[in-house]
């Protein structure tokens, strides 16, 4: 009896080794089984891209030559034989931070040769007097330059301003009653585009018109032909330099 009892006890002790062992491993089963999990990823503020650069003030002069094509056709056909020709001048831009916002002040000079005429009825007679016509107006300007960003180096602008008409009408065998030496008010409207060759130097072509009204036509060949207008239309070519 003494030995049943001894046995029964070795068995349940031996029971109970295995079930602490068998769940002592399924413990660690589990724990070898259980997915990691992953850091999660810290939360970052978007970069802040940089405030876009602005625009200073921008200084710039040019030279300029073109062509310019007279209101007064018929006046200038009979004094000198055209009513086109060559022009020349220069001047200077100032750009401001505002948009694209720009000031011109410009000066350019036409000069043309001829002789004197005497109008009678629908007859025009030449007097073989030699005269010298010079025409130097002064233009102060105010404008709009468009920028794309795709097309940095492209840059159309407009403007308009005031226009300061120097006349000058000399011969040698005048009187200076005869003469001419004046000065008219005026207008003009421009449109044109830039193209920068490189940061300082770049080229432009433009077409402006000039109206100087009442500046002619009070007597003499322009009376005749009834033109008051010493304005034009002109096409001209620019070399820029600056910013």
Sequence with gaps: MMARSIARQLTVSVCAVVLLASSGATLAEAQQKKPEQKPQPRATTPARSAPPK????????????GNISL?????????????SGLIYGGGARIGVPIGGLFFDVGAWRYRTEGERVFPFGDQIFKLGIPVEI???????????QFRFRKLPKFLPYVAGGLTSMSYKE???FATDAENVDDRFAGYHL????????????????EVAWTTVPNAIGEDGVS????????GGTTFRFKVTIGR
């Design 223 to 230: 009376a005749a032909f009834n033109e008051t207008n010493l």
């Design 134 to 144: 010079t025409m130097v107006p002064i233009e102060l300007s105010a404008g709009w």
């Design 54 to 65: 602005k625009r200073g003030v921008e200084i710039g002069g040019y030279g300029m030559f």
């Design 190 to 205: 421009l449109g044109g585009a830039e193209y920068k060759i490189t940061k300082w130097l770049g080229a432009a072509g």
């Design 170 to 172: 000399t011969s040698d």
């Design 71 to 83: 209101t007064a056709t018929e006046s200038f056909d009979a004094i000198t034989g055209s009513s």
